[in-house]
């Protein structure tokens, strides 16, 4: 596939990297999302791409990603796919926050055309830092649009670039909050140059046609939530779920995927009743291998964050809004 166009758009969507503190060089004390992505662009130290390539921004939402929503995704999704249909256009590269920035990475993954590179990127430190992370990121993260090895949703931080399945925020404080698992990054990003240490992982991982839009009504998506087995866990949240009207339960599982015995019961008792129900595990690393004695269906090697998007995803597919 050979990608043309000359633009990267550049679509901001708030996170620290767009954080600004009241006291110049504070790391933690400040609030996401205050610059516009045109002003973070405005102050990288290249003024431009290297022509004929040129750089847009354009301001997508304006939040801390903890916040993310059904409509922020659905108006990211909308404005991806039509940049991806714009031949004008030759990749993406959203800044996000870091908090759910690899559930949006899997969102987009799964849902639009690997046609062009569209490349998420983010900052741990805020715009107002002595030493912001973010404008080597944006950096990287415009060079990495712009390689035409590169199709589809991938992440870049701290020079890492990592494919959506395995990309994991690891640690809330460091500059290099991100890594993939047992898997590794695919790549780093070394002055403006991709070097490959993997393939470049195939494109989504579903079978199906992804739907074309995303509805913007968050009452329109279906309702899936996450529980956590744990010591002395109990089945009565399964069953107050079950009761409010949840379409599907992810459950991060201890281990191997195993189940408190009170949350498996109350598991079994919601997929009786109709509720989809995935198991994932707690640990970050590896996949629950084998089949557990409980026989609930297993997430496909998914993080719980992740696999409450496939479901999610899923659902939307097997009822979809009229
Ligand atoms: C956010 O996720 O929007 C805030 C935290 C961050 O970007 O590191």
Known sequence: MQVIGTKIVVLGTGGTIAGSSARA?????????????????????VAQGQPPLAWVAEQIAQIDSK???????????????????????RGIVVAHGTDTLEETAWLLAETLPATKPLVLTCAMRPA???????????????????????LGVSVVCAGAVHAPRHVQKMSPYRVDAFGSGDAGPTGWM????????????PARSVGAEPPQTLPADPGAWPWVEIVLSHASACGRQVDA??????????????GNGTLHHALEVALLRAQ??????????????GVVVGRPAHGLPLADG???????ISLLLELMRSSPTP
């Open 25 to 45: 060089g504070d790391n933690v004390g400040y609030r996401a999302g205050e610059r516009t992505v045109q002003s973070l662009l405005d102050a990288l130290p």
């Open 67 to 89: 916040d993310a929503d059904a409509s922020f995704w659905s108006q990211l999704h909308a404005r991806c796919r039509e940049h991806l249909q714009d031949e004008r256009v």
């Open 128 to 150: 107002t830092a002595a030493s912001p992370d973010g404008p080597q990121n944006l950096l990287d993260a415009v060079a990495l649009a712009s390689d035409a090895r590169a």
């Open 190 to 201: 070394e002055e403006g140059r991709l070097r490959l240490v993997h393939p470049w992982p």
């Open 241 to 254: 779920l079950v009761s409010a009207g949840v379409r599907g339960i992810v459950v991060a599982g201890t």
């Open 272 to 285: 009786e009743a109709g509720v989809a129900v995935r198991v994932s595990t707690r640990c970050p690393l």
């Open 302 to 308: 998914l993080s719980p964050v992740k696999a409450r």
